[in-house]
């Protein structure tokens, strides 16, 4: 029952990450700076989390001693950064089909820490999975290295890095002291770790449409919380 609940959980989670991109796109057009937009997204959530969610156990603020949530939390900063920024310059469908390359490297990553087993199936499926995501990015043509999509095709395909790099880190910490503190400790770690690059947009402002408003809420709180 615990992995039948898990395995439901995480599909529920892919789902709800899935629809995070095209909004991404849809702020980004509007108007909305990626350095700023990333911000308000983890901002707003944050405060949702320390404000109504508190009391069911979502904010632990002796968790915040530990090393390995600030670990976990610029991990997850700079992989949302590079997507906000990346996906600046691809088209939506690219960016999800880079970053569900993630979903490819938590096998392997598992592998070298956890030692987890890696048997055919998973090497056969991890590779085809590899091959077919660069010939559907690329539409098997050859790669312009000055060209801009390349640029954001790398920086998503660090963000898939660091997607990875957060399950393989979050685990155990995850096991030790419950889902809701650590989701709600790195949602606003995160949304800290960020807050140093808003600076650093280009046209910095907070003056866009309604529609960009509501791109931002929809990923806060039902896409982030």
Same mark, same amino acid.
């Given at each position: !029952? +615990?992995?039948?609940?898990?395995l439901?959980?995480?599909?529920?989670a892919?789902?709800?990450f899935g629809?995070?991109?095209?909004?991404?796109k @849809?702020?980004?057009?509007?108007?909305i700076?990626?350095? &700023?937009f990333?911000?308000?997204?983890f901002? /707003?959530?944050?405060?949702?989390i320390?404000?109504f &969610?508190?009391?069911?156990?979502?904010?632990?603020w002796?968790?915040?001693?530990s090393?390995?949530i600030?670990?976990?939390?610029?991990v997850?900063? =700079?992989?949302?950064?590079?997507?906000?920024?990346?996906q600046?310059?691809?088209? =939506?469908s690219?960016a *999800?089909?880079?970053?569900?390359t *993630?979903a @490819? !490297?938590?096998?392997v !990553?598992? &592998?070298?820490?956890?030692?987890?087993?890696?048997?055919?199936?998973?090497?056969?499926?991890?590779s085809?999975?590899?091959?077919g995501? %660069?010939?559907? +990015?690329t539409?098997g043509?050859? @790669?312009?290295?000055?060209?801009?999509?390349?640029?954001g095709? %790398?920086?998503?395909?660090?963000? =898939?890095v660091?997607?990875?790099?957060?399950? /393989?880190?979050?685990k155990?910490?995850?096991?030790?002291n419950?889902?809701?503190?650590?989701?709600?400790?790195m949602?606003? !770690?995160t949304?800290?770790m960020i @807050?140093?690059?808003?600076?650093?947009?280009?046209?910095l402002s907070l003056?866009f449409?309604?529609?960009a408003?509501?791109?931002?809420? &929809?990923?806060?709180?039902?896409?982030?919380?």
């Amino acid at each position: !029952m +615990v992995i039948r609940d898990g395995l439901s959980a995480t599909i529920f989670a892919g789902v709800l990450f899935g629809t995070t991109v095209p909004l991404i796109k @849809l702020g980004l057009d509007l108007g909305i700076s990626p350095n &700023l937009f990333v911000e308000l997204r983890f901002a /707003i959530a944050s405060a949702v989390i320390i404000l109504f &969610l508190r009391g069911a156990g979502w904010v632990r603020w002796s968790l915040f001693r530990s090393r390995q949530i600030w670990i976990i939390g610029f991990v997850n900063a =700079a992989g949302y950064v590079t997507q906000f920024q990346g996906q600046n310059l691809v088209s =939506a469908s690219n960016a *999800a089909l880079i970053i569900s390359t *993630a979903a @490819l !490297m938590i096998p392997v !990553m598992s &592998l070298v820490q956890f030692h987890e087993k890696l048997g055919w199936r998973k090497i056969v499926g991890v590779s085809a999975g590899f091959v077919g995501t %660069i010939l559907v +990015v690329t539409r098997g043509q050859g @790669l312009q290295l000055a060209s801009s999509e390349l640029i954001g095709d %790398i920086l998503i395909l660090a963000t =898939a890095v660091t997607i990875a790099l957060f399950f /393989i880190l979050s685990k155990g910490l995850v096991e030790k002291n419950g889902g809701r503190p650590v989701t709600g400790g790195m949602v606003i !770690m995160t949304s800290l770790m960020i @807050l140093p690059s808003v600076p650093f947009d280009q046209n910095l402002s907070l003056n866009f449409p309604a529609e960009a408003w509501l791109a931002v809420v &929809l990923l806060a709180i039902p896409a982030t919380v």
